[in-house]
């Protein structure tokens, strides 16, 4: 029987539902993504550090880039031996990791057989879209 592997994602952290031999297995990742925070001592135009300007724009989006990154890491280590993938979830998310997923060098984009759209759901309402999913 196919293992079928199917991912609710956002920002905040991704639900994988793995469906294997009748059984389902749920497993949730929390994302380290960090949000834009303003410090105090920081304004829009960034910090001053003695003759050296530094733009905490520029800063905080390569450290996004690099943590959103690992996120992806670590869902795709959970989901490199399944058969079939579906991703869906509110945002963005999904289609960046839809395209991490179609960069890397293995057999994971083949077995991507959908991503799409859909609002923000339950633990229980994940597992039957996922469920419904692969039963059609």
């Known amino acids: 029987m196919k293992k079928q592997t199917g991912i609710w994602i956002d920002s905040r952290k991704a639900i994988i539902v793995t469906l294997n031999n009748g059984k389902e ?3 949730e990742i929390e994302s ?10 920081e304004g829009d135009k960034g910090s001053f550090i ?3 300007h530094i733009d905490s724009q520029n800063t905080f989006d390569e450290r996004r880039k690099h943590e959103i990154n690992n996120y992806f890491k670590g869902i795709i280590a959970k989901i490199n031996d399944t058969d079939e993938l579906y991703i869906f979830g509110p945002a963005e998310t999904k289609t960046k990791l839809e395209h991490k997923i179609n960069i890397e060098k293995s057999t994971l984009p083949s077995k991507l057989k959908l991503v799409e759209t859909s609002d923000s759901m339950t633990s229980n309402q994940i597992v039957a879209k996922v469920k419904k999913f692969f039963a059609q």
């Open 50 to 52: 003695g003759h050296q």
């Open 32 to 41: 380290d993504l960090e949000n834009r925070i303003y410090h105090d001592k």
């Open 25 to 27: 297995t749920v497993t």
